[in-house]
């Protein structure tokens, strides 16, 4: 089974935004069986905490399922029986890196690189615009699952970091 973990800063936005969203598009496709997905924290500032009072709204309103949900932190042991780390932005990057040592870095990756635009998912914890972080989310989950699905290269060929 690939296992896939999304990495934001506090896991209560953006990180368990995309696990609800990769996970209802994995049951869409009857793909539950092959790809297993779940979501941390690179920080301890909200560790238990439950996701975001926005991120739940909007995920209802798109008719997508909460997974059940509270904010843990990476760890090694994470990283090593992982086999991607989904980024929202570089600092995140930089974090997964620190956190899953070097053994481990060639599974980090920013969660938009797989749609061919390498960049930063905003934080709605700063921008309140859980609206625009949904969009990037669904594309990059999207774009990710299409590749795991055989619509792409590996998602781990030499040279497809961010």
């Not at 997508?64 to 843990?72: E, F, K």
């Not at 932005?89 to 899953?100: H, L, P, Q, S």
Request: glycine share 10%.
């Amino acid at each position: 089974m690939f296992s896939i973990i999304f990495l934001c800063h506090g896991n209560i936005c953006r990180s368990p935004m995309a696990e609800s969203v990769m996970a209802h598009l994995v049951r869409a496709r009857g793909m539950e069986g092959e790809i297993r997905v779940s979501s941390a924290a690179a920080h301890t500032d909200a560790i238990g905490c439950a996701p975001h009072r926005g991120t739940r709204e909007k995920l209802a309103a798109e008719h997508i399922p909460l997974v059940p949900h509270r904010a843990v932190l990476l760890t090694r042991a994470d990283a090593d029986a992982c086999d991607l780390i989904l980024c929202m932005d570089e600092a995140n990057v930089r974090d997964a890196k620190r956190i899953a040592g070097k053994d481990n870095e060639g599974k980090v990756r920013l969660l938009l690189s797989a749609a061919g635009t390498p960049r930063a998912i905003a934080d709605p914890w700063y921008t309140g615009d859980f609206d625009a972080t949904f969009r990037d989310v669904l594309q990059g989950c999207g774009e990710w699952l299409s590749l795991l699905s055989g619509g792409g290269v590996s998602p781990l060929a030499k040279g497809s970091e961010k």
